[in-house]
C-alpha cells in the first residue's frame, strides 16, 4: 500500500510563487522516480515534472524554467517549487512515482487568478 500526502497549495496571484509538498509513504521505493502531475478543470491528470534517485530532473514544456522538483529521500518527501505562476497553472496537484501506481492522493488545489 502507498500513501500520497499532498500539501501546500493555496490561492496566488499571478507572477507569485508556491511550494508543494508531498509526504511518501509504503511501498514506494525512495529509489523510484517520483513525479508531479496536475488536473485542470475539465481536462485529463497531465505529468509536470519528475526527479530519478539521481536527482536528474525533466519538465513539462509549460513549466520549464519556472517549476523545479527536489526531493528529500531522509524524510520521504517531494517538492515542488512553483515560480512566476500563470492562470494556466490552475489544477490540482498529484504526486506519485514514475510511471504512477494506482494509489493516489486528494492532490492540492493552486488557483492562479487576480
Known amino acids: 500500500q502507498v500513501q500520497l500526502v499532498e500539501s501546500g497549495g493555496g490561492l496566488v496571484q499571478p507572477g507569485g510563487s508556491l511550494r508543494l509538498s508531498c509526504a511518501v509513504s509504503g511501498s514506494v521505493a525512495r529509489s523510484y522516480t517520483m513525479a508531479w502531475y496536475r488536473r485542470a478543470p475539465g481536462k485529463q491528470r497531465d505529468w509536470v515534472a519528475s526527479i530519478n534517485r539521481f536527482a536528474s530532473t525533466n519538465y513539462a514544456d509549460s513549466v520549464k524554467g519556472r517549476f523545479t522538483i527536489s526531493r528529500d529521500n531522509a524524510k520521504n518527501l517531494v517538492y515542488l517549487q512553483m515560480n512566476n505562476l500563470k492562470p494556466d497553472d490552475t489544477a490540482v496537484y498529484y504526486c506519485?512515482?514514475?510511471?504512477?501506481?494506482?494509489?493516489w492522493g486528494q492532490g492540492t488545489q493552486v488557483t492562479v487568478s487576480s
Open positions: 506519485n512515482s514514475a510511471p504512477a501506481t494506482p494509489y
